[in-house]
């Protein structure tokens, strides 16, 4: 056998949409709040820039059963608020964007203190002014 099962996530704010997507075996629903510095870092790719908001993740809660992701903010000002935030409202994982330091996953970490999983994603280095 060859690495790990294939896993699906699907990015969405909409329930009904996410609902059938698990019930077809989706494994995990990703609600996204991220967005800050995104116009800058994406300008001139054709990419998608969400506005997630807590009564998404709240609905989308209430609605699956199965794993749901929040990807947040990752802001000196924000990681920690959102990560909190995100796991009181009922996300099994937060996804960390754009991760720069061990110490931005630290805090993280320290915050949730278990109440969730946090992933990191190390995307790509930073491009703009």
């Not at 790719?45 to 990752?74: A, P, Q, S, Y």
């Not at 990560?83 to 996953?105: D, H, Q, T």
Request: aromatic share 6%; charged share 25%.
């Amino acid at each position: 056998m060859l690495g790990a099962p294939l896993e699906l996530v699907l990015f969405s704010h909409d329930v009904d949409y996410a609902a059938a997507a698990m019930a077809a075996g989706m494994n995990s629903v990703v609600v996204d709040w991220e967005w800050a510095d995104k116009p800058g870092r994406q300008f001139g790719f054709d990419t998608e820039i969400n506005h997630g908001t807590e009564t998404d993740l709240v609905h989308m809660r209430g609605r699956i059963r199965g794993n749901l992701i929040c990807r947040i903010n990752n802001c000196s000002d924000q990681r920690v608020r959102e990560a909190l935030r995100a796991a009181e409202l009922g996300a099994n994982e937060i996804w960390l964007p754009m991760v720069r330091s061990v110490a931005e996953v630290e805090q993280c970490l320290r915050a949730l203190d278990g109440r969730c999983a946090l992933s990191i994603l190390c995307e790509t280095r930073r491009r703009w002014p």
